[in-house]
């Protein structure tokens, strides 16, 4: 269905308002597997990995780190922009993209985790193939999620394929994090005493339109930037993500210094893993009941106590396990409702500009670019914090100042930038009322689209 080109609009329209069978929306989920399998190993534990494995300078690290994620974030808007003018082929405009970044992508992922034997040339090596990877998965991912909105034309569909989507993407988290966590934790090589031991007590296609106007990359960013639902959206999940962001890149130290659980630290990060995965398809019935936004409200508030409860309780391995199954609940919300709600911020793009086309990828690339580009800032700022607070690679135990650091940047942080992106989200304009509208206005508006061209089809015959 997504490589077709020739086929009539009218009879694609027709096709895409079918229902989507559980094997399309499977195959469709498959594709997400391996960004969220890369993602979470690299988010988890290419921190410590660069720290404690490659054995490199905190300093040194959070350069790799930013720089890997702010060129990751740049790359985003620029190949949404390439993806939107690239010439249709027999496999359609998107895949071929999918296609040829894969293998190149994979090839860099696994040198990402390998240890040069050159000492002096470690920070080039990952520097490069970190960069590289971030790229090249970039050209996988921005066309493959931009899929979603030409799958069906039916919101309930598109909302049901973006839950299998979640749905895959969080069991592709869930085998990144065991399987690499299982691996970084048996590469860490014995930590070494230090001083701070003795302080221590032990403890698709798209339908081809006649009239579309092609726009340049300015335009499409005055256009994204110009659209206030979006704008909206994606400032408030931006504020979330860094939350969520700024606790999976510390969690594993946290985890490891600040409770002591260096044995377990892989297992409980699997365990919220596991509990994202389960609550999904919860989230999906709650927001297909109560509505999207009161599904944001609900589902991200209930992981504040819980952040809270982490630096408030001394070290029990019991109460972290159990936090760990709370807090992968909100990261289920985390994960589905951005993409769940995107859709309907482009339909309602779509009926104040109907005649733009070819705009959906920049949507979406823009999106990742803004998240990605503030990870990048905020997760090379937390590994420098740990670096200005005396971080010891190897060691045993850390110096108070590293464990109030990672305190501070797992709880009392995240909490406030939950609270700021909530705020933000309170002014989103497009309501469960809001939504319905649109979806009926779309319909008719695709009726006419049908309507007009099958008279002009007509008419030439």
């Known amino acids: 269905m997504w490589g077709e080109k020739s086929r009539p609009t009218w009879s694609l329209t027709k096709e895409r308002r079918k229902p989507l069978s559980v094997c399309s929306k499977l195959c469709y989920a498959v594709g997400g597997a391996p960004y969220q399998i890369t993602g979470s190993a690299l988010g988890f534990f290419l921190q410590i990995y660069l720290l404690d494995v490659a054995q490199l300078d905190p300093f040194y690290a959070s350069i790799i780190l930013f720089v890997g994620r702010a060129w990751d974030a740049v790359t985003d808007p620029c190949v949404g922009f390439l993806v939107s003018r690239t010439k249709w082929t027999r496999f359609g405009r998107m895949m071929p993209w999918v296609l040829l970044s894969t293998p190149f992508a994979v090839t860099c992922y696994f040198l990402i985790w390998y240890v040069p034997a050159v000492e002096q040339g470690k920070v080039l090596w990952y520097l490069v193939f970190y960069c590289l990877f971030q790229s090249l998965q970039t050209c996988f991912h921005v066309p493959y999620s931009s899929f979603t909105m030409f799958i069906s034309d039916d919101q309930k569909e598109r909302d049901s394929a973006t839950a299998y989507r979640m749905t895959v993407e969080v069991l592709g988290s869930v085998v990144g994090t065991a399987i690499q966590g299982q691996i970084v934790g048996g590469a860490i090589t014995p930590c070494i005493p230090t001083e701070y031991d003795l302080d221590r007590d032990g403890n698709g296609t798209q339908p081809l339109r006649n009239k579309a106007k092609p726009i340049t990359f300015c335009q499409g960013l005055r256009l994204v930037m110009g659209h206030g639902p979006y704008v909206k959206l994606v400032l408030g999940f931006l504020f979330i993500s860094l939350a969520f962001m700024l606790m999976e890149g510390n969690f594993a130290l946290f ?171 309170k002014t989103y304009p497009i309501d469960e009322e809001k939504r319905k509208s649109n979806r009926k206005l779309l319909q008719e508006l695709d009726t006419e689209d049908s309507e007009s061209e099958t008279t002009a089809l007509g008419s030439v015959v």
């Open 255 to 425: 985890l490891t210094y600040a409770l002591d659980h260096r044995e377990d630290f892989q297992n409980i990060l699997l365990v919220i893993m596991l509990s994202g995965t389960i609550s999904i398809p919860f989230w999906q019935w709650f927001l297909t009941r109560f509505g999207k936004k009161t599904a944001v409200y609900l589902g991200i508030t209930w992981a504040v106590p819980f952040m809270i409860l982490m630096v408030c309780i001394k070290s029990n391995l019991v109460i972290s396990y159990m936090v760990s199954v709370a807090t992968g609940a909100s990261v289920a919300v985390a994960f589905l409702l951005p993409w769940s709600m995107l859709p309907d911020v482009v339909d309602d793009f779509k009926l104040k500009n109907p005649d733009i086309r070819g705009y959906e990828a920049i949507f979406f690339s823009f999106y990742v670019f803004f998240t990605k580009f503030a990870s990048g800032v905020s997760l090379g700022i937390s590994t420098l914090s740990l670096d200005f607070a005396g971080y010891v690679s190897r060691g045993c135990y850390q110096p108070e100042s590293v464990i109030l650091t990672l305190k501070v940047l797992v709880s009392p942080v995240p909490v406030a930038l939950i609270a700021i992106g909530l705020l933000i989200l």
